[in-house]
């Protein structure tokens, strides 16, 4: 007998034959298994068991180790079912997505959609073939093995049971059905019914003396009865109190004005305090109104505006939008420091969608500057324009109510849409004075805010403010932002501060209350007087202009007076000095203006006399 | 040896489908020929709910890709038209006739013949186009149209697969023994040229190089 031969040869092959084939099928039904294999076949190295019938399937399957070891005989059957297990109506709820045992353990039913017997149909008496013969004969009959497999493995990817198979193998998704299988020498037989919707292919036997090897398939023809539908993952969330949805209250609409107030409570921190330097811009269109804001004002430009402040309480409060950027607002608003943290965050997130918020017309017209949409957290918002007429048309409903808002309108140019990225000049001049002049105020308020610009850029929570103040081009909108406050708060504190036009620069030229400072310029006046006969007219107004520059304010402290004699020699009517050490009443004023016309007066005259004296020397 | 000869069943696909079923075909014939040590690789078909095997050679896969390349080219000269690839596997003798120096010959020992039937002009739309041809009636009706044609195809190329599996399972003792080493038998693609008489005398060649062919239905 061939086998008392090859004792082992052919066992060898029979039992190797039974292993692969149940390999082949189970790493093409059970999903467990093929991505056993999957991870295994990633590997280039062959194994010893992947070179039967050559064919590479990757690491056995430990179970597939003991069901070999089960079914050892192989004179017995090798029956393979595939099993559709359908969970029932009340597993596929939700509720059973956090509890998958529920699953489990509710109602369900079991097909079999697929069987496959694997037999090695050995006849009790048999003829011996040769030594020569047999050793052909293994030969030929792993061959055949091998092509018996190779057809085997492209039909099981065209059963059925594949697309179920392939399914179940997504792991992003969750069936109310699933594939087990179970491995027996014996097998059940089909009910009637069973049958009527199965089909069977008999793969071609091998014949392997003394016996053949046999596979037959039974499935079902097709799957579409069986109502095999995904689970649902997650409930549906609609979440319509997102930030920039009409439906949802304006205010909190725009968590990042709140959110934006805290983040210029920072340096309005630091403003807050009495003694905090005043904030200059000398700066020649800004008309010199800035000058001598005292910090108060700047707090409550810098601090949010009461409609700011009523929209952060709501947000403080509530708890935030339930989307992840909710969550990145929250976190935004801790710190700056958590801020430039959550930058990243924040540049991660999904962009809001522009504000539909009824209210942001009226914010993009500039009057609110912290709800100033900004449709993109990405784009940043341009460059206040300069406070011209238009800016200050902006800012004077800041004037009107200072305590409304507390920022200029950075709108008049981010509503523009101009190229912020560009800066303008004026504002990077003005920054540079604002921050050496806020170096002292608040290192911790304008540095922090300076620090994490990125924090800011794209935070929608700003609302545009700070995404216009520390866009790309950074800290110069911040000055911007400043100076024009302080100007609309000008507006209001127009009182008693000396503003002179000319004095761009100056700084010091209302301060002088020295006593020889004027005598000095009053004996300079005189000197200068004296030739004014004697220049040009030009000169003449020089003089003038000197003289009005050197001139002492309206109000001048008791101890500027001075009692020093008016009697100074001058030529013409220039003798004006007098006036400065008298007490200043308004007869005191009239006759300065009187004394002023007769100089006035003098120069025209010498001038025209000089005019007469050039014509004469011709 | 005999030739084995399988005429598959004819398939009717629009010229954007030329590709995708030649490769579903030509490689599950050639996976059921490689004998060697293969890893198998499965295919999805974009077109079809398909999954087919190639048995992951690279060479292999370029070379299948050649010929469908050509293929696809004769198409758009010979628009319309019934066409067929063979795909051939022989075996390499070498013949030692005396007088002669030593010759070497191809003993075609299996022929698959892939029949189509392609259906639409290809200017109409790309080989990669998922567009059917131009619908006078765009609408619904097109797209259910369009739908049940796909449908058909998928139904016949899977008939035609089960087909090449059962020829496969049937046919056995004509495959020649595996050599060591060698993953795939040698095979031979052949598209029609640009007449069909040298098509024509390219079958005669080829029966005259197989000695005894034999055309089994």
Known sequence: MEMDREPGKLEQIVSQFRSKILHVILESRVPSLHHQQQESLSLSRVRKTDKWFNLVLGDRPPALENLNFSLRNLLDPMVIDIILVRHGPCSSSVDNLYAPSAAAAGPSTETVIERWVVQYDCPRVFATPSGAEAAVSYKKIYKKCILLLRSLYSQMRLLPAYRIFRQLSLLSQTYNFDLIYKVSSFSH?????????????????????????CVSVTYRTTLSDFNLEPLVSLPPKIITDYVGS?????????????????????????????????????????????????????????????????SCKPYDISSPPADLF????????????????????????????????????????????LLTRHCSETAPVTIPLPLTGRSTRYLSPNS???????????????????????????????????????????PSGLSNLYSAPKVVRDSKDDSGRFSGLLSS???????????????????????????????????????????????????????????????????????????????????????????????????????????????????DALEELNSYREMKDLLLSKSGTQAVRKEGMK | MNCEVCQLKELEVEHFEIREVLRCILHTIV??????????????????????????????????????????????????????????????????????????????????YVNLNVTQHPKHHSSKSHHTKVVVDPGESAIEERSSRRAMVEASLREVLFQIIKFVNEKKDHVPPISEGV???????????????????????????????????
């Open chain 1, 246 to 310: 009409p439906t949802t209250d304006p205010m909190r609409s725009f968590p990042s004005s709140e959110r934006g107030a805290h983040a210029i409570s920072f340096p309005s921190r630091g403003l807050r305090s009495p003694s905090s330097i005043p904030f200059q811009r000398p700066h020649s269109w800004s008309s010199g109104f800035h000058r001598g804001i005292p910090p108060t004002k700047t707090q409550s430009l810098a601090g949010s505006p009461p409609a700011y402040r009523t």
């Open chain 1, 400 to 442: 009107s109510d200072p305590s409304r808002h507390s920022l200029p309108p950075l709108s008049p140019r981010s509503s523009k849409h101009d190229a912020s990225s560009q800066e303008s000049p004026s504002g990077i001049r003005s920054y540079r004075k604002i921050e050496a002049l806020r170096a002292g105020e608040s």
């Open chain 1, 326 to 369: 909710g969550n990145r607002i929250q976190n935004h608003r801790v710190s700056t420091l958590q801020q430039a943290t959550a930058y990243d965050e924040y540049k991660l997130s999904p962009p809001f969608s522009p504000s539909a918020s009824p209210s942001t017309p009226t914010y993009l017209t500039g009057a609110n500057p």
């Open chain 1, 189 to 213: 037989p089909f009910s009637r019914e069973e049958e009527d919707g199965m089909k069977e292919y008999n793969f071609t036997p091998v014949e392997a003396p003394p016996g053949c090897l």
């Open chain 2, 183 to 217: 993953i795939y038998f040698p095979y031979e693609i052949t598209i029609p040229s640009s007449s069909d008489s040298a098509f024509g005398m390219d079958m005669i060649k080829r029966m005259l190089h197989s000695g005894h062919p034999t055309m089994l239905s």
């Open chain 2, 31 to 112: 996976f059921h020929r490689a004998l060697g040590l293969v890893r198998p690789k499965d295919v999805d078909l974009e077109l079809f709910e398909i999954t087919y095997v190639q048995c992951g050679d690279v060479e292999l896969e370029k070379k299948i890709d050649e010929k469908i390349d050509h293929f696809i080219s004769w198409v758009e000269k010979h628009p319309n038209k019934k066409s067929q690839i063979c795909l051939s596997f022989y075996e390499v003798k070498s013949k030692q006739p005396f007088w002669f120096a030593n010759k070497t010959e191809r003993l075609y020992w299996e022929q698959w």
């Open chain 1, 473 to 587: 081009s950074g800290s110069p909108r911040i000055g911007f932002s400043r100076s024009s406050s302080r100007l609309s708060f000008q507006d209001d504190m127009d009182d008693c501060e000396f503003s002179c036009p000319f004095d761009v620069d100056d700084v010091d030229v209302s301060d002088s209350s020295s006593q020889n400072t004027e005598s000095k310029k009053a004996s300079e006046f005189t000197a200068q007087s004296n030739l004014v006969g004697k220049k040009s007219q030009d000169a003449a107004v020089g003089i003038l202009v000197h003289l009005l520059r050197t001139a002492p304010p309206l109000r001048q402290d008791s101890s500027c007076y001075s009692t020093h004699s008016l009697k100074t020699e001058y030529d013409g009517g220039v003798g004006m000095a007098s006036g400065f050490f008298l007490p200043r009443k308004t007869a």
